[in-house]
């Protein structure tokens, strides 16, 4: 059973950054196609970001296109997300998920594994 702990959100002002970790429980991690999603209240969890175990292919949600930054280093088993021009509808709480097939957007019924999330949130 793999364990995924997000760390790094919080609150920040339109135009600022952060960066958003996900540490996994194991070696097996480098396998894994890993995400980034995010849940606003109210919403639905939506795909922001997916990266193939490798880090060779990458995808982005057109919303975060130019502004966010997925990237993983297997030798640490963490994945990240560089958030940048950060806007207030970017306000949600963000998870990481892993281990599904990678072919660029992913519905939230594929990953096997989730984190606990971690709140995002983007003052005007």
């Known amino acids: 059973q793999v364990q995924l702990v997000e760390s790094g959100g919080g609150l920040v002002q339109a135009g600022g950054s952060l960066r958003l970790s996900c540490a996994a429980s194991?070696?097996?991690?480098?396998?894994?196609?890993m995400a980034w999603f995010r849940q606003a209240p109210g919403k639905e969890r939506d795909v922001v970001a997916a990266?193939?175990?490798?880090?060779?292919?990458?995808y982005y949600a057109d919303s975060v296109k130019g502004r966010f930054t997925i990237s993983r280093d297997n030798a640490k088993n963490t994945m990240y997300l560089q958030m940048n021009s950060l806007k207030p509808e970017d306000t949600a709480v963000y998870y990481c998920?892993?281990?599904?097939?990678?072919?660029?957007?992913?519905?939230?019924?594929?990953?096997?594994?989730w984190g606990q999330g971690t709140q995002v949130t983007v003052s005007s």
């Open positions: 194991e070696g097996t991690f480098s396998s894994y196609a």
């Open positions: 998920a892993a281990d599904f097939v990678y072919g660029g957007s992913v519905n939230s019924d594929y990953p096997h594994y």
């Open positions: 990266i193939s175990w490798s880090g060779a292919r990458r």
